[in-house]
C-alpha cells in the first residue's frame, strides 16, 4: 500500500490553491461570512448535490457547471447567513452576478465560478452586499494554511467549530494532496445534508473518475449521517482537482486510483462524523454499527433508523441505555429480521457492554451503561446474525440546545 | 342522511359494556394502572396492530384472536408502566397468565381476553401484580360513564388528559352506539401509533365489515398522525361490537355501513388529534393539509412529510413562520411538484395568511403571523395546483419538554 499521511490545513492544502474569508455583512455582523476557494490553474469538477425537489438557486447554478463534460472550475464563492433558496428568479439572478462580479475580479470566466449558500431560506441576499464581497474575497486571496481555515470559518452557520482535514499520498510518483473543509449542522439527513463541503486536490485524474470516486465514496460516508432527518435545499458537495501534483493522469481504475478514493473515503468520513458530532445541540456522537446483516442495502436501512429515531436520540442525551428504543428503531426501519437472533452492544472507546440477547435483556449493569453512555461519542452495535454485511451510520443526541436553536433560529 | 349525535362517555356508552380500573402498582405507584373493558355478550372483534418487526406480547395475543374468523372477545385488559416488549418467552407467559387470571375471574375462556400493554420496552412485568390487578378490574367492573373515564386515565403514560368520545346514531330503526378511549402519546407515527385505542360498539355487523370499516378508517385517521416519527412495539386499536343494539345484522355495504363508518370515521378522527394536539411536551396541535395534489398518495406523503419535520416542528413550538421549512419538508417528501406552482398558507381559527406564491415569499407581516401561530392548533396549507387530491396529517410542535420527557422516561 502506498504512504498516506494526514498533513496539516485543508482546501489550501493541495498545490495552486488559495483561499479567502470576508465579512460582507450580508446578515451576520460582526463575523466572517464569505469564502472563496481559489485555484490557479482551471479544475476538472465533480460535485453531488441535494435531491431535495426544492432546490437553492447556487445548486442549480453549480449542477449546471458541474455536469457539463467540459466545465472547468477556477473558484467557489461561499456565503452563510442567507441560504439563497425559494428566492425565485430574483435568487438565480443574484447568482449570476456574484459569479459575474467574481469572474471579472479574479480574471476568470463567470461560468467557471461555482457558488455556494448556507443558513435561512426563503430571504433575499443583498446583492451590493454579496458582489462587494465577492470583490473583497478576490483581492485578499492567499495561498497559506491559515487562509484555508478561516474560508473553513466563514461558511459555519449554528456549527460550534469549523472542520477541516488534508492528506497527502503518493500516486505515480509523485506527492499528491486532497484537502477540504465543510459546515453542518441542522437540516442534516442521508442523501445529501444541509452541509456545504468543499475538497480540493492537485492530482491529475479524468472528469469521469474524479465523478465516480465522488458517488461512491458519499453513499457510504456523507449519506450515512443524520441530524434531524431534514433534508436541506442547498446541500453541496464539490471536488476540485487541479493536476499540479504532475502525476500521469488517472484514466482508468488502476491502483493510482485506488489509493486515491481510499484517501478520499477517509477525507469525506472524517468530516461526515465531524457534522454528525458537532450537529446542532449535539453532546453526543453516535455512531450505529449494524454488521452480519443479510444485505447491504438491509444493513444500512438498520442502521440509518436508529440514528433517526428521536426517542433514542433524547434517550443518549438522558445517558439512558434505553436499549427498547434501538430494537424499536431497527423494528420498523423497514428491513426483516428475527428479534429473538439480535445481540445489541453499546460501547465506547474499548469499553462494549452486551445489553440485549436472546430476545431479552441481557444480564447488565445500569450504572456501568450510564458511565459508558457519558462518553461523548458512543457506539449502538447491532449484530444481526443473518449474514455478512454491515454498515455505519453516524448522528447525534436530541438536546434542548436543539430545539432552543431551532425554535428561534430566524430572530 | 340518518342523525348522529356526540354524546357523553367513553368505551360504556354502548349498550352492555362496563369497565374498571386500578391501581396495580406495576411500575406507578399512586394512582390506576390497569384497565378493564367488558361485553356483558361476546363481541365481534377487529383490530389493526404496529407493523414493526418487534412486536410486544400483547400484540402477538390480540392479533391470533382478533384473525380467527370465529374469535369473540369478552373482555380487554390492558396496563401502563411496563409495555411487555422485547421481553421473550417470559412476556408471553405473562400474557397467557393474565387472560387466565381474568378469565377465571370474569367467567369467561382466557382466550376470549384481549390484552394491551404501554410503557419501558424491555423490562418484564411483575406476574403477580398484573394476575392481581386482573381480579380486581373482574371484582369492580361497572356499566358507568364514570367506570368508562378512570379507564380511559388508567391506560395514559406521558397523557396530559384522558381521551374519550362517543356517538349515537340511527341504523336499521334502531338507536346504536359507538365510543372509544385511547392514550399516546410518545413514539406515536403513522402505520399504527404508540397509542393504545378500545373503541366498543352495542352494532350488530358482520366480523368481515366491521374490520374493513375499521382498516379504511384507520389510513385517514390514526396513520395520518406522528409526534416523533418513532414507530411503536405495542401499537394497538380493538373495535369491538355486541350487537345489543338490535338492529338487523349488516352484512353488505348498505346505507346502515355507510352511516356506521362515517360514525366511526369521526371517532378515530377527534382521537386521532387529541392524541397529536397531546404528544409529549406538545404546545401546538399542528394540522397539514394539502390540497389540489395530483395524486391521493402524494397528498398523503406531503402532509405527513410536514407534520414530521422536526426543523418546522421546532419553528412552530418558536411561533416562527419559518415556512422555508415547510417547503424544505414537501421537496423532500419524495413527491414530484414544482415550487413555483406551490401556495402555503398559515392558518389558525377563521384566520388565514398567505405566505409563500409564486416561488418566493407573500408580502405578509412576521408579527401577524406570530401571532397566529400563537393558536393552540394551527393549520399549515399548501395549495399544489396539480389535481383534485387532498389530504391532511396531524403533529405537534417540538419543544423543551419533549426532550426532557424522553431523556429521563426510565429513572
Not at 32 to 53: E, K, Q, R
Not at 94 to 107: F, I, N
Given at each position: 500500500m502506498a504512504q498516506v499521511e494526514k498533513i496539516a490545513g485543508g482546501v489550501?492544502?493541495?498545490?495552486g490553491y488559495a483561499a479567502a474569508s470576508a465579512a460582507a455583512g450580508i446578515k451576520y455582523q460582526n463575523r466572517t461570512d464569505m469564502a472563496l476557494i481559489y485555484s490557479s490553474v482551471p479544475c476538472t469538477a465533480a460535485g453531488t448535490f441535494t435531491?431535495?425537489?426544492?432546490?437553492a438557486a447556487p445548486v442549480i447554478w453549480d449542477r449546471d457547471i458541474v455536469r457539463k463534460s467540459d466545465g472547468k472550475v477556477s473558484a467557489v464563492i461561499v456565503n452563510s447567513g442567507i441560504a439563497n433558496a425559494c428566492t425565485g428568479e430574483l435568487g438565480l439572478s443574484v447568482c449570476a452576478k456574484t459569479a459575474a462580479a467574481a469572474g471579472e475580479a479574479l480574471g476568470i470566466p463567470a461560468k467557471s465560478v461555482l457558488l455556494g449558500s448556507t443558513g435561512v431560506i426563503g430571504m433575499q441576499i443583498p446583492v451590493d452586499k454579496i458582489t462587494e464581497g465577492a470583490r473583497k474575497l478576490a483581492a485578499s486571496k492567499a495561498e497559506t494554511l491559515e487562509a484555508g481555515t478561516a474560508a473553513a470559518k466563514a461558511i459555519m452557520t449554528t456549527d460550534t467549530h469549523h472542520k477541516e482535514i488534508a492528506y497527502q499520498f503518493q500516486v505515480g510518483g509523485k506527492t499528491a494532496t486532497l484537502g477540504g473543509c465543510a459546515k453542518g449542522s441542522g437540516m442534516i439527513h442521508p442523501n445529501m445534508c444541509t452541509m456545504l463541503c468543499y475538497l480540493t486536490t492537485d492530482l491529475a485524474i479524468s472528469k469521469h473518475l474524479l465523478q465516480k470516486a465522488l458517488s461512491d465514496v458519499v453513499t457510504d460516508t456523507f449519506n450515512m449521517i443524520s441530524v434531524d432527518g431534514d433534508m436541506s435545499t442547498n446541500d453541496t458537495l464539490i471536488l476540485l482537482a487541479n493536476?499540479?501534483?504532475?502525476?500521469?493522469?488517472?484514466?482508468?481504475?488502476?491502483e493510482d486510483y485506488a489509493v486515491f478514493k481510499k484517501v478520499l473515503f477517509s477525507v469525506c468520513r472524517f468530516l461526515a462524523m465531524q457534522m454528525a458530532g458537532d450537529g446542532e445541540g449535539a453532546q453526543h456522537l453516535i455512531e450505529a454499527k449494524v454488521v452480519h446483516a443479510d444485505t447491504k442495502d438491509h444493513a444500512k436501512t438498520l442502521a440509518k433508523s436508529v440514528i433517526q429515531s428521536n426517542l433514542t436520540k433524547a434517550a443518549i442525551f438522558g445517558r439512558d441505555a434505553n436499549w427498547g428504543r434501538v430494537l424499536c428503531a431497527l423494528g420498523y426501519s423497514g428491513a426483516p429480521f428475527d428479534p429473538e437472533n439480535v445481540d445489541l452492544y453499546f460501547a465506547a472507546g474499548d469499553q462494549k457492554m452486551l445489553i440485549f440477547t436472546n430476545g431479552s435483556a441481557a444480564d447488565y449493569s445500569e450504572e456501568k451503561a450510564k458511565k459508558l453512555l457519558s462518553n461523548e461519542a458512543v457506539t449502538i452495535l447491532a449484530d444481526m446474525h443473518m449474514g455478512e454485511e454491515e454498515a455505519i451510520a453516524w448522528g447525534c443526541d436530541l438536546t434542548y440546545d436543539y430545539v432552543k436553536i431551532n425554535a428561534d433560529y430566524r430572530s
Amino acid at each position: 500500500m502506498a504512504q498516506v499521511e494526514k498533513i496539516a490545513g485543508g482546501v489550501t492544502a493541495a498545490k495552486g490553491y488559495a483561499a479567502a474569508s470576508a465579512a460582507a455583512g450580508i446578515k451576520y455582523q460582526n463575523r466572517t461570512d464569505m469564502a472563496l476557494i481559489y485555484s490557479s490553474v482551471p479544475c476538472t469538477a465533480a460535485g453531488t448535490f441535494t435531491s431535495n425537489v426544492v432546490k437553492a438557486a447556487p445548486v442549480i447554478w453549480d449542477r449546471d457547471i458541474v455536469r457539463k463534460s467540459d466545465g472547468k472550475v477556477s473558484a467557489v464563492i461561499v456565503n452563510s447567513g442567507i441560504a439563497n433558496a425559494c428566492t425565485g428568479e430574483l435568487g438565480l439572478s443574484v447568482c449570476a452576478k456574484t459569479a459575474a462580479a467574481a469572474g471579472e475580479a479574479l480574471g476568470i470566466p463567470a461560468k467557471s465560478v461555482l457558488l455556494g449558500s448556507t443558513g435561512v431560506i426563503g430571504m433575499q441576499i443583498p446583492v451590493d452586499k454579496i458582489t462587494e464581497g465577492a470583490r473583497k474575497l478576490a483581492a485578499s486571496k492567499a495561498e497559506t494554511l491559515e487562509a484555508g481555515t478561516a474560508a473553513a470559518k466563514a461558511i459555519m452557520t449554528t456549527d460550534t467549530h469549523h472542520k477541516e482535514i488534508a492528506y497527502q499520498f503518493q500516486v505515480g510518483g509523485k506527492t499528491a494532496t486532497l484537502g477540504g473543509c465543510a459546515k453542518g449542522s441542522g437540516m442534516i439527513h442521508p442523501n445529501m445534508c444541509t452541509m456545504l463541503c468543499y475538497l480540493t486536490t492537485d492530482l491529475a485524474i479524468s472528469k469521469h473518475l474524479l465523478q465516480k470516486a465522488l458517488s461512491d465514496v458519499v453513499t457510504d460516508t456523507f449519506n450515512m449521517i443524520s441530524v434531524d432527518g431534514d433534508m436541506s435545499t442547498n446541500d453541496t458537495l464539490i471536488l476540485l482537482a487541479n493536476g499540479l501534483a504532475g502525476n500521469p493522469e488517472i484514466t482508468g481504475e488502476n491502483e493510482d486510483y485506488a489509493v486515491f478514493k481510499k484517501v478520499l473515503f477517509s477525507v469525506c468520513r472524517f468530516l461526515a462524523m465531524q457534522m454528525a458530532g458537532d450537529g446542532e445541540g449535539a453532546q453526543h456522537l453516535i455512531e450505529a454499527k449494524v454488521v452480519h446483516a443479510d444485505t447491504k442495502d438491509h444493513a444500512k436501512t438498520l442502521a440509518k433508523s436508529v440514528i433517526q429515531s428521536n426517542l433514542t436520540k433524547a434517550a443518549i442525551f438522558g445517558r439512558d441505555a434505553n436499549w427498547g428504543r434501538v430494537l424499536c428503531a431497527l423494528g420498523y426501519s423497514g428491513a426483516p429480521f428475527d428479534p429473538e437472533n439480535v445481540d445489541l452492544y453499546f460501547a465506547a472507546g474499548d469499553q462494549k457492554m452486551l445489553i440485549f440477547t436472546n430476545g431479552s435483556a441481557a444480564d447488565y449493569s445500569e450504572e456501568k451503561a450510564k458511565k459508558l453512555l457519558s462518553n461523548e461519542a458512543v457506539t449502538i452495535l447491532a449484530d444481526m446474525h443473518m449474514g455478512e454485511e454491515e454498515a455505519i451510520a453516524w448522528g447525534c443526541d436530541l438536546t434542548y440546545d436543539y430545539v432552543k436553536i431551532n425554535a428561534d433560529y430566524r430572530s
